[in-house]
């Protein structure tokens, strides 16, 4: 049959020896059948698939762990380097990961799954490849190696997630790869978005990103099913303001700042709304009462979704209040004392002029500190034309003004005239 190439007869011929090593539970002799079948001269590629997938739904039924490596080695041998059973392959390679996992080899089980390349596979469903991919990110965490974490994050689009899945699929023209059906098991694309969203969390949380964390949370709260259920919504919407809070000053920082602000949310917990509009408004915010009011809260998100803030976000939230407060004094102030500074900022002077020292170094703001006299001037040192410029636009009002007072004074003296004459 197999040389006649008859394709029907040929793959119910390996199906069946295979059943029948199955039935009388001679694993090794299965192993060998799946070798020696795969390798006969001019083996029929539907013949191969079939084997490979009727022998995976043993994989569950195998007596032990030993048997089930063995059998899952095999297939993988058998698919190694044949495009037609590329799925059977990964989804092999995702079985023993799992199992190596569980054994605690979380470096073998990463090594294992960055092996297959699935985005490459042009019949895999959509939602299977990013879990593929997700569960490649998820292990990469796992054993700390962040820089292969990234990569392969990258290889998801985030705009994946937003697409539309109650539009019609598309019939495929002929000549077209048809695209399988993901497997049961398989979340759906909202739940991969949010599975995806928690791990850059975990990912971001490695290098203290706030601004990327918070936009991470942001995703989150955005899903249908999350903005449904308070429980689920307060926690998420807590860490977004947090992390708002402690991220650096910047126009994304400030955008979504005022964004959330608008949120109607927001009112449920109104001590978050009262901290946004803290660091929003142009005044100077006093540590102390800041923190003793908001200390617990800071240490209620332990019991939140998400978990704690991190050991160092109590020392950067103080931070980020010193940079707003520098920010404040900008504002009202061309030029201030360091003295006076440092007691705005209920600081000493050499902390003050630390901390205006590095947002100057970051750009965050311009100024310049006159040590020996010790003030500090805000005012954008400008050059000869621009000063040039200021004097041109100064003397044309100045002008005006002379213009509208003459004709004020001559139309005062017409009236007194004409007052006169009668």
Known sequence: MRLAENVAGTRKAATEILQLCFEAKDWKLLNEQILNLSKKRGQLKQAV????????????????IETRIE????LNNVAAGKIYVEIERARLTRKLAKIKEDQGQIAEAADLMQEVAVETFGAMAKTEKIAFILEQVRLCLDRQDYVRAQILSRKINPRVFDADTKKD????????????EAPAGIPTLLELKRIYYELMIRYYSHNNEYLEICRSYKAIYDIP???ETPEQWIPVLRKICWFLVLAPHDP?????????????NLSEIPDFKMLLKQVVTMEVIQ?????????????????????????????????????????????????????????????????????????VVSKALIAKIDRPSGIVCFQIAKDSNEILNSWAVNLEKLLDLVEKSCHQIHK??????????S
């Open 169 to 180: 699929k598309k019939k495929p023209k002929e000549g077209e790869n048809i695209v399988e």
């Open 225 to 227: 099913s999350v903005k």
């Open 412 to 421: 005062e003296t017409m009236v007194h005239k004409a007052v006169l004459r």
């Open 71 to 74: 059998l899952i080695k095999t």
């Open 49 to 64: 698939q079939s084997m490979v997938q009727q022998a995976m739904q043993y994989i569950d039924q195998t007596p032990d």
């Open 252 to 264: 994304m920082q400030s955008s979504l700042l005022n964004a959330t602000l608008e949120d109607k």
């Open 287 to 359: 540590w102390t009462a800041l923190w003793n009011k908001y200390k617990g809260e800071f240490e209620n998100e332990k019991s939140m979704v998400g978990g704690s803030l991190g050991d160092k976000a109590g020392e950067d939230l103080k931070l980020r209040i010193i940079e707003h407060n520098i920010l404040v004094v900008s504002k009202y102030y061309s030029r201030i004392t360091l003295k006076r500074l440092s007691e705005l900022l209920c600081l000493s002077i050499e902390e003050a002029e630390k901390h205006l020292s590095e947002m």
